[in-house]
């Protein structure tokens, strides 16, 4: 109840956290991405992941995927942020539609010889990853999925002599006939 | 090539920005030369439909923009080079930025095939100002020009206002290209602000309305930058509903500070009565304001009882701090006139008499009051004998930062929108003299004056040197209480009465400054002295530095605490030593 001597009501609400997955279509054009990334930092919200491409190069759209997480309160103010700025078409919560698919693609580099070797390949099978690149010593393997499969993948990967892994970061998009 | 020569649209970037001014209607800017501008100074040196005004540094050239923006419902056009111009422009864009005033700002560059070499006076201006404008552009190419100038204007003013930057680069500048004047499709289209609100959430909201027994109207900013017709509807409102009403710092002059439904202001600062009444209230209506902490005070103690409607055109600022029962997007007056007139035709005026006798109650409590003295001259006195000096005249008020700000804002009374300039968002010290400058340049034959501080002041002093270049007569009232009063005021709250560092120690001689920059210098010392001396204040056709003598140790009261609610307020009557530390617990006790 005692708070420090300030200007400012210093304490802080404590709602739980959401994870939520965010399209954003823009115009792509220069510091357009600098411009979402600048929102985020100096408001502080979280990224835990974005992707951005250009989608429709005839039009000059760019479709940004971005995970973030946030109290419910602050989820809202991130989109509505987000959808007052100048280049952005429209900002769409796909975990609030609750219809999406979404996938990360991941290249994971696994260095090791005999048993763990044998077993990388197995397990790799198993989460159904590709073969992309082999030496004697060596495997890259490409995976596709949700995130959490990806994870889990590289974990058990861990053991066996995971070297790196490069990830995409997540792109989603909803089910059904109708586009965002 | 030879039919592009007659062309009248061939022209250069730098005649293109001046082209697009006029076509823009503009008719001043504020600015300052430099290497990476020249060009569209030579342009300027060669027409007269737009007149330059001459700073002394651009932050000044930015605050004289919001000033005029805020005083004529016009957006504000400041021109600086590359490097250090706008690096100084990033304090005013701020401020426009917090407080939603149209400004256009062109600022120079290095020439493109320099530009990331850190060539001389380079900066990445458009990602310097990129968190502090509405939105801003770097113009690689000429033929880009035309339409992004037209846009710039659109997004400054259309919306929520703000501040843009148009970023040139001086080979831009020199490169002939194509000019086409303002059309539709200069605009992004994925800029759509919305003005008009939804049906069925005014329906509910005049439903909420219309049951209400302890209704409130709080209005900001957004009503007045919505523009005088909104100002005129809020009033209606307040008659045919009969409401009481407050306002914050922003949007002091929407409602009549002699309207006899008028509360005050509300906030750390405001009236006791308009703080109670937004704390007791069952049903309040927020217009164009965005429940800033400075209003709220503890926001989970912040009227706890009550229904609560948020106009707003900027969908971001619902449900930001506060959650809102009923939203309403869209421009303040739009939304009100069409609330009115759902209001009109299914509603009739509550009887909210017992709630008007509670409201009596606080009122009489008199939460300004403050002891007055012969001897010295109090700052509440001071800005009551300026009210009451300026009677008559077409006033325009702009203030710096501290407790002269909250003084002029709890003892001048603003009848009109468009006439009380502050920094409210960014509270930026050095804002009002400047501000002055603006409010002068748009309106030439008005009374403009800029309550001061004596430690804000210094801050952008040196544009009295441009008030006298261009014979702009406006009068700088200095509170002097040679602190900076509210920095002290807070450490003596707050910080065991630790004065550290808030004594104005070696403050200039404000008569002979003036002196020396040519304009007039006014003293007054003794409460007796005021009435003569602001006669000759306001008679004189000349910019003035009025050093006003206040008594050193005045606070300003009431208060919110922080970390309190608004019914948790300290009065002056009540703020003893005591009391305050009582009220400040959990701070450093007060000795
Ligand atoms: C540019 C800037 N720097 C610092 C502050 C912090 N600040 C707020 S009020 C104040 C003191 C203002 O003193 P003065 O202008 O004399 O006004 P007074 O409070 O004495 O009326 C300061 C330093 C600020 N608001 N702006
Ligand atoms: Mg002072």
Redesign the interface.
């Known amino acids: 109840?005692?708070?420090?001597?300030?200007?400012?009501?210093?304490?802080e609400?404590h709602d739980p956290n959401e994870t939520h997955t965010l399209s954003v279509l823009?115009?792509n054009e220069?510091?357009v991405l600098?411009?979402v990334i600048?929102l985020f930092s100096?408001r502080g919200y979280n990224i835990d992941s974005l992707t951005v491409s250009e989608t429709e190069s005839h039009k000059h759209l760019s479709r940004i995927t971005i995970v973030t997480t946030g109290t419910p309160?602050v989820i809202?103010?991130i989109k509505?942020?987000l959808?007052?700025?100048?280049?952005?078409?429209r900002v769409v919560d796909m975990t609030i539609t609750g219809r999406s698919i979404e996938r990360e693609l991941a290249m994971v580099k696994v260095r090791g010889r005999g048993d763990s070797r044998v077993e990388a390949l197995r397990l790799a099978d198993a989460f159904r990853a590709r073969v992309i690149d082999a030496t004697t010593e060596s495997f890259v393997f490409e995976i596709t999925g949700n995130s959490s499969k990806i994870s889990q993948f590289i974990d058990l990967m861990r053991p066996l002599g995971l070297v790196e892994v490069a990830r995409t970061g997540v792109a989603a998009i909803g089910r059904g006939p109708e586009g965002m | 090539m030879t039919d592009k020569s007659n062309d009248p649209n061939q022209m250069t970037g730098a005649a293109m920005i001046v082209r697009a001014l006029i076509d823009h209607g503009v008719q001043h800017i504020f600015g300052y030369p430099g290497g990476a501008v020249l060009p569209i100074y030579d342009e300027i040196f060669q027409q007269s439909d737009v007149e330059h005004i001459l700073v002394r540094h651009e932050q000044g050239a930015g605050h004289a923009a919001e000033g005029y923006a805020r005083s004529t419902g016009r957006p504000g056009v400041v021109l600086v080079t590359s490097g250090p111009g706008a690096t100084n422009m990033v304090t005013p864009l701020t401020d426009a930025l917090m407080d939603s005033i149209p400004l256009v700002c062109i600022t120079g560059q290095v020439p493109t095939h320099l530009i990331g070499n850190d060539a001389f006076q380079e900066c990445d201006t458009v990602g310097i100002t990129r968190p502090c404008t509405k939105h801003n552009w770097l113009v690689r190419d000429v033929n880009d020009l035309a339409k992004v100038l037209h846009e710039a204007f659109y997004v400054a003013t259309t919306g929520r206002p703000g501040p843009v930057v148009v970023d040139v680069p001086k080979d831009v500048q020199f490169a002939v290209g194509t000019y086409h004047p303002p059309r539709k499709s200069d605009v992004h289209v994925s800029y759509t602000p919305r003005v008009k609100g939804d049906a069925a959430q005014i329906r509910k909201a005049v439903a909420l309305l219309a049951a209400a027994k302890r209704p409130v109207i709080y209005s900001g900013g957004g009503v007045i930058n919505a523009g005088p017709e909104a100002s005129k509807l809020l009033r209606e409102l307040v008659d045919v509903t009969g409401f009481p009403i407050t306002s914050t710092l922003m949007g002091l002059g929407a409602y009549p500070a002699t309207g006899k439904n008028w509360l005050g202001m509300l906030g750390m600062h405001g009236t006791y009565e308009a703080n109670m009444t937004m704390h007791g209230c069952d049903v309040m209506l927020c217009v164009g304001a965005r429940f800033d902490d400075r209003i709220t005070g503890r926001t989970d103690a912040f009227s706890p009882g009550s229904k609560k409607i948020h106009i707003d055109i900027d969908p971001s600022s619902i449900n930001k701090n506060i959650h809102v029962d009923v939203p309403i997007i869209g421009d303040a007056g739009n939304v009100l006139g069409d609330l009115l007139q759902v209001f009109k035709a299914e509603a009739k005026k509550p009887d909210i008499k017992a709630w008007w006798q509670e409201i009596a109650k606080w009122r009489a409590r008199n939460s300004l009051a403050y002891k007055k003295s012969n001897d010295v001259i109090l700052p509440q006195y001071a800005i009551q004998k300026l009210f009451e000096a300026t009677r008559g005249h077409d006033t325009y008020i702009t203030t710096e930062v501290g407790q002269h700000q909250m003084w002029a804002a709890q003892f001048f009374g603003f009848e009109e929108p468009h006439r009380w300039m502050t920094s409210g968002g960014l509270g930026t010290m050095g804002y009002g003299l400047p501000a002055a400058l603006g409010v002068q340049v748009a309106h030439p034959d008005s009374l403009v004056i800029d309550i001061a501080g004596d430690a804000s002041v210094q801050m952008t002093m040196q544009e009295m040197s441009t008030a006298v270049q261009f014979e702009l007569p406006i009068k700088i009232f200095i509170l002097n209480n040679q602190y900076m009063g509210m920095v002290r005021q807070w450490q003596q709250l707050l910080h065991g009465n630790r004065l550290s560092h808030s004594y104005s120690e070696a403050l200039p001689d404000f008569v002979k400054l003036a002196d020396a920059f040519g304009c007039v210098g006014i003293q007054a010392i003794k409460p007796g002295d005021l009435d003569g001396a602001l006669k000759e204040m306001i008679k004189v056709k000349r910019p003035v530095l009025f050093d006003c003598r206040v008594a050193a140790l005045e606070n300003c009261f009431p208060m919110i605490p922080s970390g309190k609610a608004h019914n948790e307020m300290l009065l002056p009557a009540e703020a003893t030593d005591e009391a305050t530390a009582a009220a400040f617990a959990g701070g450093k006790a007060l000795v």
């Open positions: 109840m005692n708070q420090p001597a300030s200007a400012y009501f210093l304490e609400r823009v115009q220069p510091g600098a411009r600048g100096g309160t809202e103010q509505h942020q959808d007052r700025m100048i280049p952005v078409y």
